[in-house]
């Protein structure tokens, strides 16, 4: 398998357009998860989906944060408008059963907003 | 909820050295443990879990860690440290439920100097 796949690995965009990223879990993980990483507050968990079902949303920052699981292979993390104090590293990670089992984590995708 | 301590943000350590970074966990009835690292420009990947059985826990590249239930503690160790172990490391906490989340700490960055 080649792992949790993330698109893009780069985006640059101007605040308030629309940002989209993309998540492609290891087939057969029935968990999702979304976190941001930045220097001033670490690893944050923002959703994460069991079965495609979002379970806990909480961390999810403010309503121009959103986030879907259309089916078992395929997540988005959607950022509509962009702000500058988004840019951070977007993580997606999977696991087969969340919380039994390690979560495998995608490369990442670094979203500089300006 | 769960919560991860992380105690210290950054440790330094000279080559072959023995090093310990410290985790703490907010208490629960049941807890998974985990500990990821991360290379600079990369995704998270894991050192080691700990889901039950024996309290002393052995990962990839020599690192072993320790759970005390009494002192809610996952204190990560190796004996004798390289240069290329120089990264940041994540701790990480699931209460194991049926649709757990998994929570890091802040990371500690250790830096391994010749």
């Known amino acids: 398998d080649a792992g949790v796949i993330q698109s893009p690995r780069h985006e640059v965009t101007e605040m308030g357009q629309e940002v989209t990223l993309r998540c492609k879990p290891i087939s057969g993980h029935n968990s999702l998860f979304w976190y941001r990483q930045t220097m001033m507050r670490g690893l944050e968990l923002l959703i994460y989906?069991?079965?495609?079902?979002?379970?806990?949303d909480s961390g999810m920052p403010e309503d121009r944060f959103s986030a879907k699981m259309p089916n078992a292979s395929f997540s988005t993390l959607k950022i509509q408008p962009s702000e500058p104090r988004d840019s951070a590293v977007y993580f997606c990670?999977?696991?087969?059963?969340?919380?039994?089992?390690?979560?495998?984590f995608g490369q990442g995708t670094r979203l500089t907003v300006v | 909820a769960q919560s991860v301590t992380q105690l210290d943000s950054q440790v330094p350590v000279f080559e072959e050295a023995p090093v310990e970074l410290r985790c703490n966990y907010s208490s629960s009835v049941s807890v998974y443990l985990f500990w990821y690292v991360q290379y600079p420009n990369q995704g998270l990947q894991l050192l080691l879990k700990y889901l039950s059985g024996s309290t002393l826990v052995k990962g990839i590249n020599g690192f072993e860690a320790e759970f005390n239930k009494s002192q809610t503690s996952f204190h990560l160790r190796k004996p004798s440290v390289h240069i290329s172990d120089t990264a940041e490391y994540f701790c990480a906490v699931s209460d194991g439920g049926s649709q757990g989340n998994l929570i890091f700490g802040k990371g500690t960055k250790l830096s391994v100097k010749p």
């Open positions: 990670a999977s696991s087969f059963r969340a919380g039994w089992t390690e979560a495998f």
């Open positions: 989906f069991n079965n495609n079902v979002p379970i806990d």
